[in-house]
């Protein structure tokens, strides 16, 4: 089959056409506002337009505003400034933390999609999740070789062990419990780039802490609707005792700093 200059001309702008409805359906739906009228952007020609999934975090869109406020409700403290100015003035470390949360957190959850091959649901949800924080993995590997940054071995903090030991050992329980922590988890990271990429002095990672935001914050609605979704019983009970686990663990004095840290000691 041939095409002929024209058709291809019609065929571009229909493609255009669908593409731009899907994302303006799209920022609707997830209340989030794009910076897709920006005047640079769109001076690129179709081939080079940016990319929600680009390694480079150059090309990223950046949601101007996304609602937070589910993941406030959820979570039983803020972080404390203390946290904040010391996350500032080791900015180095804390980047090199968040790239091994981001593997971390694709290692948990193909742990899982291994151990609980029932549920299709869960299957689905925990593989777009892995593969969007082996690219948050990417994008922060990059952000370290650009700045220069050696990768140095970091030991893990009191965080996650602090909640799983609460875990309890049979069936369904382990499983909703580790769901429940992988919600605490993501709303606790979504909840602390928000708070650095207020005050952080640099534009170009505020703005890539700003664009994890949308992906972290539908991570810790999906755990948490597969917790409830595969639990017999309501979850509540369990989500409020470690809200108040996570609460504790956030606010109270921390000798380490970590990602996840509490106060710093
Ligand atoms: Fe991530
Ligand atoms: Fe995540």
């Not at 702008?13 to 669908?18: F, L, V």
């Not at 897709?36 to 505003?65: G, M, Q, W, Y």
């Not at 769901?179 to 988890?185: K, P, R, S």
Request: aromatic share 8%; with cysteine; glycine share 4%.
């Amino acid at each position: 089959m041939t095409i002929n200059q024209q058709d291809l001309a019609t065929l571009q702008s229909t493609a255009n056409t669908i593409d731009n409805d899907s994302i303006e359906k799209k920022s609707v739906e997830e209340n989030v506002s794009q910076t897709v009228n920006n005047s640079a952007e769109a001076n690129l020609t179709e081939k080079e337009l940016p990319e929600e999934d680009s390694i480079d975090i150059t090309h990223l869109r950046t949601p101007i505003k996304v609602d937070l406020s589910p993941v406030y409700n959820f979570l039983g403290a803020r972080t404390t400034q203390a946290w904040v100015n010391a996350a500032i003035e080791n900015l180095p470390m804390i980047i090199q933390d968040h790239a091994n949360c981001e593997k971390k957190a694709a290692g948990t959850a193909m742990n899982l999609i291994f151990r609980y091959e029932f549920s299709y649901d869960l299957q689905r949800k925990l593989a777009q999740l892995i593969r969007e924080e082996m690219l948050h993995y990417e994008q922060v590997l990059g952000i370290m070789n650009e700045r220069g940054q050696e990768w140095k071995y970091l030991s893990a903090g009191r965080y996650a062990k602090g909640m799983l030991k609460h875990k309890r050992t049979y069936e369904p329980a382990a499983m909703v419990d580790v769901l429940i922590i992988g919600a605490f988890i993501e709303a606790r990271s979504c909840e602390r780039f928000a708070a650095l990429a207020e005050v952080i002095d640099d534009e170009r990672l505020a703005k890539y802490y700003r664009y994890l935001l949308k992906s972290e914050s539908r991570h810790f609605e999906d755990y948490l609707a597969l917790a409830q979704s595969l639990s017999d019983e309501n979850i509540d009970e369990r989500v409020a005792f470690f809200k108040e686990v996570e609460a504790e663990l956030i606010s109270s004095p921390d000798a380490e700093l970590r990602f996840h840290s509490g106060t710093p000691a």
